[in-house]
């Protein structure tokens, strides 16, 4: 029976792969924000809920704790938590809201659970908006640079694509990101791009449902021979805008510095 952690499990693509998944005989954690959805998910999935809000490191801390102690072995990790927001924030932590959701959080946990996930497959739920984002290994809170929400957005999935292309040079995972194309969900819930339009009766038309979304998520979840790192968008592998080793490198550097982690894995 596999173990797969599922990170913003607690609706859209998350809640619906934890329950596909869970039909398929996994062991599933279900990791939410909100403490009552991850825990109703949880249960109608048969699996076992987990709380942690990624905007406060020191619970995505407490988080690796847990699963590292709960979970010796896991075998498909999915980085899947994020979120895009209407206004710059800075979190308890002080760094941006959005890119520490959508990116040092994910990275964090992923480190964090290094003893757990040798021989795992980790695949990190991205999108087609990296194509936009900008990465400023100088300004990686965007301090300096006018606040734009989708930008924004589009840079912290670019980082999570990149993230998982070192990842995959690094660490002894199969390490895939993926672009779930458009989705019914709650990501806009704070307000920003998109957020009227995701709320509408044509969206309903022309969106995916969650489980549609889910879809990709599970292929790659089990799928063998996957090329390392790939970003993979309507099923198959593309080349991500602003791939490069050497950004990638010191992107993982950098951040690893940021969050106070030695720069291995």
């Known amino acids: ?3 797969v952690v599922i990170t913003g499990a607690s ?9 596909r998944f869970a039909a398929l005989g996994a062991e599933v954690a279900v990791v939410g924000r909100s403490p009552e959805k991850t825990a109703a998910v949880a249960r109608a999935a048969g699996a076992e809920p987990f709380t942690a809000d990624f905007a406060k490191l020191d619970d995505v801390r407490a988080l690796a704790d847990t699963l590292g102690e709960r979970y010796p072995a896991i075998d498909v990790l999915v980085n899947n938590a ?37 021989g795992a497959r980790v695949v990190s739920t991205a999108s087609n908006a990296h194509g936009i984002g900008r990465i400023d290994l100088d300004d990686l809170d965007a301090t300096e640079a006018r606040y734009n929400s989708f930008r924004r957005y589009g840079t912290s999935k670019l980082a999570n694509i990149l993230f998982t292309r070192e990842l995959a040079r690094r660490a002894p995972v199969t390490a895939v990101s993926f672009h779930p194309g458009g989705v019914v969900t709650d990501l806009f819930r704070e307000g920003g791009f998109l957020a009227s339009a995701v709320r509408s009766r044509l969206a309903g038309r022309v969106l995916k449902t969650p489980d549609q979304g889910a879809e990709p998520l599970l292929h790659l979840a089990f799928a063998s021979d996957l090329p390392a790192g790939a970003y993979f968008t309507g099923g198959r592998v593309r080349v991500p805008g602003g791939a490069d080793p050497e950004l990638e490198r010191a992107l993982w550097d950098r951040t690893a510095e940021l969050l106070g982690l030695a720069p291995g894995w």
């Not at 924030?89 to 760094?95: C, I, K, L, Y």
């Open 1 to 3: 029976m596999p173990t």
């Open 11 to 19: 609706a859209g693509i998350g809640a619906a792969a934890a329950r």
């Open 82 to 118: 994020g979120g895009q927001f209407g206004e710059r924030a800075v979190t308890v932590d002080g760094h941006e809201l959005t890119i520490q959701v959508n990116y040092f959080a994910p990275y964090l946990l992923t480190r964090l659970l290094a003893g757990s996930l040798t």
